[in-house]
């Protein structure tokens, strides 16, 4: 069965650079869920779209945003790159009235 | 706000059952998840109790919920070194709505 995709799986950045993080939902899933997982840390959500439009904010920095697509992909951007937005970032996907979020394998930003 | 908590650490021998417990605040939890996060990699769903059962099983996995006193178990017959990892649990009000995650408990099965 399909899962969700995340896409890339690791990227270094420096201070202050800018990153994109792109995240494909299973077909047919129409929410997506962003989620910052820090070392040794429990997953905290960051925000989330249904059906292209936000529905949900969390603990989501103003340096940081995310939109869902026509074609229900989404992209989580961020600027200003932080030391400590070092983390793994995943993505999960929930569709209709499905109960069920399946994460993706994730993101592992490392910023130096 | 929701608060989910967890013992963060637990060993069993294999072949042993292992008994991981979760306690929530949020009264209106309708939906409770336990996720499996091996090292460096995604969370996978195990499974998930809707507020109005008490009880549910698949397999070697033994989801108990007590809403009077918002405690949540997962039960692993036969615990195999294979399921070494941090199993979170995590709970949502409506189904769409984003998960609160505890801490994780880290399971360590000695062989």
């Known amino acids: 069965a399909a899962g969700v995709i995340q896409s890339p799986r690791h990227l270094i950045k420096e201070k202050r650079e800018t990153a994109t993080l792109k995240c494909y939902p299973i077909?047919?899933?129409?929410?997506v869920y962003w989620y910052q997982q820090g070392p040794g840390q429990d997953p905290q959500f960051l925000i989330s779209?249904?059906?292209?439009?936000?529905?949900d904010k969390g603990s989501i920095p103003d340096r940081f945003s995310a939109q869902q697509f026509s074609d229900y992909h989404s992209e989580l951007n961020m600027s200003s790159l932080e030391l400590g937005d070092s983390a793994l970032y995943f993505c999960?996907?929930?569709?209709?009235?499905?109960?069920?979020?399946?994460f993706g394998p994730g993101t592992r930003l490392t910023v130096l | 706000g929701e608060d989910v908590e967890q013992s963060l650490f637990l060993s069993v021998r294999e072949g042993d059952s292992s008994v991981i417990n979760c306690t929530y605040t949020?009264?209106?939890?309708?939906?409770l998840y336990w996720y499996k996060q091996e090292p460096g990699a995604g969370l996978q769903l195990l499974t998930y109790?809707?507020?109005?059962?008490d009880m549910k099983q698949d397999q070697r996995l033994t989801v108990l919920l007590n809403k009077k006193d918002k405690h949540l178990s997962l039960r692993i017959a036969d615990t195999q070194t294979g399921d070494s990892a941090i199993y979170f649990c995590?709970?949502?009000?409506?189904?769409?709505?984003?998960?609160?995650f505890g801490k994780g408990t880290r399971l360590s099965v000695i062989a």
């Open positions: 999960a996907s929930s569709g209709g009235q499905g109960r069920e979020q399946f």
């Open positions: 077909p047919r899933h129409d929410t």
């Open positions: 779209f249904y059906e292209k439009m936000q529905s």
């Open positions: 949020d009264s209106s939890s309708t939906y």
């Open positions: 109790i809707f507020s109005n059962m």
């Open positions: 995590a709970e949502t009000s409506l189904g769409n709505t984003p998960l609160v």
